[in-house]
């Protein structure tokens, strides 16, 4: 109990490691990696969601592949593809850059179902009312269907962030010097203070992802809770192109039939 | 024409050779038989935590909401990781020197963590399935004039479990890809198997990607699975619900 | 037939955005150029490498790896590596020198070369409780850690076998600090790792352990790592290594780290040097 406090008392050690002096590391660290792939997700999840609801079976099907091949990949290969391919075809990426790439990857197709989810509870009508208004499709969807959907996926969002935040301790292995790897780190230093460092550990995860899931469940009461089963996808209709392209393109798709 | 600038030359006998077949086939199996096994106890786990939150007794609701709490919110890298170092140390000696002496002990470490970790997920989604019957449903099981416990082992989990088959096959999935972490503790599985012949030959890419392919495999034929059974199993709420009137 | 044709053109976008041109100029004239070296460490087998109290990079490698780099006239980048990656990224180029307590072995040649000389000479033990085990004999047919990446997971077991037909049985951990935990929670008997970093991860509890045997049971000559093929940057990096040697500055960061009042004293001297019945003890240095 004693080395648990003393422990405690060292949480600069937990929370930032020696920054400045020194790199970023532990508990902050996380933050940092979860906030950047999330981020970085978000903008790629955008993309494959709208394109797994879109009509064009071109578009939808490597849209849908895309997705369905990362969401069954464990992540931990995922951070191993990307640690050890991306210096294979050349690119010098620091560790930290090939962590965040992997884990924006696993957000990203994460992201896209709750994307798809939120786009697709938003009423057709919506979608209708707008295009008759005189809006280009593109216009439909980023100034009246996404605001709506954002709205009802921030739920979903926030506790994504709390699985993603849980799900940035795997990179441990490749050597990043996170939360996990400073609890080791001390249990190395110090090996009889094995029980302290871990509580310690446990403690900065479980703060963080408790008010992480409380900030959902708050956020979910007050925009009342997401429904995805309300909404058949089946409603799809022919002139309906979710991806923004170029008329030129769009053109020369449409016509391909 | 070498048209992609790779710094790398496949090699793809490397899995086909000895020691290293022998290392995958291991690991396959290895990675089956955690997935399972813990499927199976984080399921039985999960519904009684699930029975015991919507329980009215106190005693029963409040460590189960204690326990979901806990574990839901620390990385299960971390129960993994606590179940092989630190657990055995917490028991009384003999059993400490029992669990650590047994040389797969870091198979057992890693079927536990990774049981505590998914039978919270799956006790909240069994919960949301059960608080999520509809009225008419709840009245028909209690117009049936059996106890409480009856009523909810006989009507109302199998109610339950139908209407939450598809987020619990995907936790399921999900645990099966969970396993994966079991190599931070040296449980000699697929993801094991594949890092350890990447650093004896320095060639984990062809390795490595036919564990992604198996991993991704099995996933998606799970995924079937489930939307298979889903089909099948598929009761009409709403002549349920109508009952009422 | 058309839309074939568009898939086609993307999949050849998609790739020619990998493809890149190979440079042609040798390693030493790309690093003088770029005016950095990539130097590749680990983090986790202290006193080598590793990340201290205040949560600094350091240790014998890393500090050679920079009087290296102010040798070599250019800032030093370290990158993180770790017992896996050490050679791979060393293949790939994504590092120009490997520090981290790589020892030279055949398999690893293959992949890389070698700076000459090794820089520091240690060997492996197989480290267990004391007077649990008596001989190397005795470790068939028990649980036996190593590092992952280690090559003392086929190394060991082909030596044990020499002297018994039971086969013991081998597990291998992400870092030695792990290795260590499971070795004093009894998780495995013995623990196979290099003499002075399993001194220094027992640290204070080193007095409850011991090598099997009081020996070294393979030699560890650590090498500075440089890719496969490159003979100017290596013979560059072996001069240098060796002039560190003769100038002094090497024994001054061999004295920090190893000396009698160093972080980690090592009781075994660990300087690359000649055999002392021929040539007294003097350091492995190439003459002019």
Redesign the interface.
Known sequence: MEFFFEQLANWK?YLI???P???L?GLSLNIVLALLSISIGLFFAVILGLGRISCRR?IRYPCSACI??V???????II??F???L????A?L??FWSAVIALSVYAAAYQAEIVRAGVLAVPMGQMEASLSSGMSRFQAMAFIILPQAFKMMLPSFVSFF?SMF??T??V??????EL?RTG??I???K?NR??AA?AC??LG??IV??SL?FAAQKLERKLGILDYESYKPEICRDDLILIPLPKAVKKYLTT?K | MKF?????DFDWGIPFREPFLGWLVTGVKLTLLIAVVTAVLSLVIGTVLAIMRVSRFKILNIPAKIYV??V???????WL??FY??FP?LLPSPLTDALNGYVYYSVIAGILGLTVDNSAYVSDIVRTGILGMPRGYMEVAVSTGLNRLQQLRYIILPGAFRTILPPLGTRM?HNF?????C??IAAPEL?WA??QI?SITFR??EV?FL??VF??GL??AM?AIVIRLEKKWKINMTSITSMRT | M??NSLYVLLAALLFAS?A?AASAESLLDEVTKRGTV?IGH???T?PMN????????TGFDVDLGSAIAEKLGVKVER????NK?RI??LA???IDISLANISSTRSREEQMDYAEPPYFWTGKIFYAKKGKIKSIKELGGMKIGVDQGSNAFIAAPQEIAKYTDKKPEMLSF??S??G??AL?QGKIDAYSQDAQIMAS?A?S?GEEYEAVGGSIWSPGLYGIGVPENESDFRDKISFILQDMMKDGSYEKIYQKWFGAKGVAPLPINARPRLPQDTFGNMLYIWPD
């Open positions: 050690y490691g020696g920054y002096e020194a790199p590391t071109y369905d091949i969401r069954s990949t464990p992540l931990l290969m191993f593809w640690y050890f391919f210096p294979v075809i050349g010098k620091h560790l709390n849980k799900s301790s795997t441990y292995i490749i050597g990043i010097v996990t080791i780190i249990s190395q230093l090996p094995i029980f871990y550990m446990a995860f479980w992802c408790y899931s391909q | 992609l600038n790779l710094r790398y709490e806990t839901r919110n620390i990385p299960g890298l971390f990781l606590f170092f630190v140390q999935i890809k969970n396993s994966s972490l190599m931070a993801t594949t890092q990447e984990g890419l490595t564990a992604t991993y991704i996933s998606l995924a | 058309k839309k990998f890149s990539r680990g983090n986790a202290p590793y990340i201290d109290e205040k949560g600094q990079w990158v993180l590596v770790d990656t791979a990224f790939n180029r994504s992400q870092n600090a792990e260590f935990l004093k991860v640290g509890l």
